[in-house]
């Protein structure tokens, strides 16, 4: 299988943030009308789309990582439709902003474009006292990489997840569930 994502789209934190606070304000600027919005949702919504509560990851600061509400259309038109798959219903609009930021080389750079939901991705990989580690094949019922294989379970960071002491902890929790 070939490699989606080459070692110069990956980028790599060099902070490991063991706090968490939610951020005073929300720093997420939405750049789309309702209508622009409604028709990119349109274009790739499934059955099993929907506009989930997710969290931004706002900027990490020493240790701590700063975190706010958005919702999970937000990360679609703009991370996946716009930015990942350059489709000009979104990216034509997102690239005009984009472009004051320079070169987004850097995870610390990429964080500093508040038109970028970045939402938080938690994925969990169970690993046995065999020295076994176990996959899964994604259910063809969900909306991203239905019927591939994937680790163990993987989810999103969402508001609930903010009343444990590490949300990254309480999502992996709950998506093992």
């Given at each position: 299988m070939q490699n989606l994502y080459p070692p110069d789209r990956v980028l790599v934190s060099e902070r490991v943030p063991c706090m968490f606070q939610v951020s005073p304000n929300d720093t997420y600027i939405d750049i789309y009308t309702q209508q622009e919005r409604d028709t990119i949702i349109q274009k790739y919504k499934t059955p099993n789309l929907f506009n989930g509560s997710c969290v931004r990851l706002d900027r990490i600061v020493g240790d701590v990582a700063y975190l706010s509400p958005v919702w999970f259309y937000d990360f679609l038109c703009c991370n996946i439709v716009g930015f990942h798959n350059k489709d000009p219903?979104?990216?034509?609009?997102?690239?005009?902003?984009?472009?004051?930021?320079?070169?987004?080389?850097?995870?610390?750079?990429?964080?500093?474009?508040?038109?970028?939901?970045?939402?938080?991705?938690v994925s969990t990989l169970l690993h046995d006292i065999n020295n076994e580690y176990l996959l899964v094949e994604r259910n063809t019922s969900v909306s991203v990489g239905s019927g591939l294989f994937a680790c163990t379970s993987s989810g999103s960071l969402d508001v609930d997840d903010m009343q444990y002491d590490n949300p990254i902890v309480g999502c992996g929790l709950r998506e093992l569930e």
């Open positions: 219903l979104a990216w034509s609009k997102l690239d005009l902003h984009l472009k004051k930021y320079g070169k987004l080389n850097s995870f610390e750079k990429v964080l500093e474009v508040n038109e970028l939901p970045n939402i938080i991705g």
